[in-house]
């Protein structure tokens, strides 16, 4: 369970944190009201998916005989590194092959917010989604590929500009049948290759 958040005591700190690294907080216009945006931001938004719950995202579920995969591309997304605090921005891919059950295509989406809108490894971001989906919705299998430009490495350190990271994560039958796992990526590529620009209304 989430705690409430204190936002003037963050504000406190940021501003206290960026008096430390040597910033002209105390002299500079623009720095005077950053404390309290910068802990809006992270508390309301950045971290928001810490208030969601996965199990009730996926709960509004509906009986489907239905046997073939159900994929949704190039659902936009931030996610937070819990090393730096620095965001990754990109698209998450999401498919998964129903048990008895399908859900809306915008719970994918808001799943895939559920997640990424915590501090997370990219690396762990996608096997949250995939088993989120065989635990909660009883999917027979799910995968989720995760697309992302992190600030990691695009910002600080040796500055790769235009560098992505991708990877995969299955849980289910995915995770152990090669062929299905094949079939799932294939699907995935194929609609995101016919992708327009439009993502998945996540409201």
């Known amino acids: 369970m989430r705690k409430p958040a204190d936002l003037s005591r963050a504000a406190r700190?940021?501003?206290?944190f960026l008096d430390a690294i040597g910033t002209p907080v105390d002299s500079d216009p623009e720095l005077a009201d950053t404390g309290r945006r910068v802990a809006?931001?992270?508390?309301?938004?950045?971290?928001?998916?810490?208030?969601?719950?996965?199990?009730?995202?996926l709960g509004e579920a509906t009986g489907s005989s239905a046997a073939g995969l159900v994929v949704v591309t190039g659902i936009a997304t931030t996610a937070m590194c819990p090393h730096h605090l620095l965001p990754a921005?990109?698209?998450?891919?999401?498919?998964?092959?129903?048990?008895?059950?399908v859900v809306g295509l915008g719970a994918l989406?808001?799943?895939?917010?559920?997640?990424?809108?915590?501090?997370?490894l990219q690396e762990d971001l996608g096997q949250h989604i995939a088993d989120a989906l065989v635990e909660h919705l009883g999917a027979r299998g799910a995968g989720a590929v995760v697309d992302l430009s992190p600030s990691c490495i695009t910002a600080r350190g040796?500055?790769?500009?235009?560098?992505?990271?991708v990877t995969t994560a299955f849980a289910g039958t995915f995770a152990t049948d090669t062929?299905?796992?094949?079939?799932?990526?294939?699907?995935i590529g194929l609609a995101h290759a016919g992708?327009?620009?439009?993502r998945a209304d996540r409201r």
């Open 13 to 16: 700190a940021i501003e206290e």
């Open 40 to 57: 809006e931001a992270f508390a309301h938004d950045l971290l928001a998916g810490y208030a969601l719950d996965p199990a009730k995202i």
């Open 89 to 101: 921005g990109g698209v998450v891919h999401v498919g998964y092959l129903p048990g008895e059950r």
């Open 109 to 120: 989406a808001r799943l895939v917010d559920c997640f990424a809108r915590r501090f997370t």
């Open 158 to 165: 040796e500055r790769r500009h235009g560098a992505r990271a």
């Open 179 to 187: 062929a299905a796992r094949h079939e799932l990526l294939m699907a």
């Open 195 to 198: 992708d327009d620009g439009h």
